[in-house]
């Protein structure tokens, strides 16, 4: 089968294309020929020997890669809730070794839910790392409650997009941060306020809030303290709390967090059902094959980038 291997730690351009045995599966697995694979910064920043690589350098080989989307042509013999033919989807060993980034994947059958037939494989592999990010950070770690208000930073982007149409669903008040160009794509998610942080500093445009899902870091986090209230919650996504930073925030009564997605099969059944019925929709910026994986990569790498980039197979 065609896959992608990381020779090396120089970014996007470390990846080569080569041929590998098609894998075999366990008791609990499911063998999925992939139709789509949904890519993140967490796969750009491992190519840069950040991210997991960590985790992943002994491996060998090193396949990349977390987010599928494709058909099972083979189950487990302890696997019940999936047959051959079933169309499927998930994000696949994170923080692991997911070995997504080729034409079939070994996955665990419990890191995978039904793809609906409302969307398309490309759909749906954008709706993996992101939209499971977006869920346990909003229903998992913060339990989001109506009337509360939610600040998402970088609203327009991958784990973004999904936190707002998530965090409208859940009855809350979100304000949404982004340039100005992407302002209507922001309100079009579900956001009531937009705030285009180039013309003005967000703690200065935003009322206290109950929740900062921060995608963004740096200093966005340590500014972010001043819009939460007290007993209020600071989530980071990218990046954990420094020392300086966690005693603020409990200086002022704030809950912060940094905070890292697992595979979970039942939170993506629950995404699944929201796909299905419209409450939650995916917005692929860009499809490009799989030939061209290091380059979709590089479009996830420039930041700029309005919902999810995927590569076809």
């Known amino acids: 089968m065609n896959a992608f291997l990381l020779t090396g730690t120089t970014g996007p351009a470390s990846l080569q294309a080569t041929t590998l045995p098609t894998p075999t599966i366990g008791p609990t697995d499911v063998l999925v020929q992939v139709k789509a694979i949904g890519l993140n910064p967490v796969d750009v920043k491992t190519t840069h020997g950040k991210g997991v690589y960590g985790r992943l350098k002994d491996e060998q080989p090193l396949v990349p890669g977390w987010d599928i989307s494709g058909t099972v042509t083979q189950v487990g013999a302890e696997v019940t809730q999936f047959s051959v033919g079933d169309d499927v989807f998930g994000m696949v060993n994170f923080p ?37 990010t977006a869920w346990q950070a909003l229903v998992t770690k913060a339990n989001v409650q109506p009337g509360q208000r939610v600040l998402v930073h970088a609203a327009a982007g991958g784990v973004g997009h999904f936190a707002v149409q998530l965090a409208k669903s859940l009855g809350a008040y979100v304000i949404g941060t982004s340039s100005a160009p992407k302002r209507e794509f922001v309100l079009s998610l579900g956001a009531d306020e937009h705030v285009d942080y180039t013309q003005v500093p967000f703690e200065e445009a935003v009322s206290p809030v109950d929740l900062v899902l921060d995608t963004i870091g740096g ?12 007993g209020g919650t600071l989530i980071s996504i990218p990046s954990g709390l420094s020392p300086d930073l966690t005693e603020r925030a409990a200086a002022k009564g704030i809950h912060g967090y940094f905070f890292l997605v697992t595979s979970d099969g039942q939170h993506m059944q629950q995404l699944a059902e929201r796909l299905a019925d419209g409450r939650l929709q995916a917005h692929v910026s860009c499809a490009l094959p799989f030939a061209r994986l290091p380059e979709a990569l590089r479009h996830v790498e420039s930041g700029k980038t309005q919902g999810k980039v995927v590569v076809t197979l």
């Open 96 to 132: 692991g070794h997911g070995r997504a980034y080729a034409q079939y994947v070994a996955a665990p059958a419990a890191h995978l839910a039904r793809k609906p037939a409302a969307i398309s494989h490309e759909e749906a592999a954008a709706a993996t790392l992101a939209a499971l």
């Open 219 to 230: 200093d966005t986090m340590a500014r972010s303290l001043d819009v939460v209230k007290p």
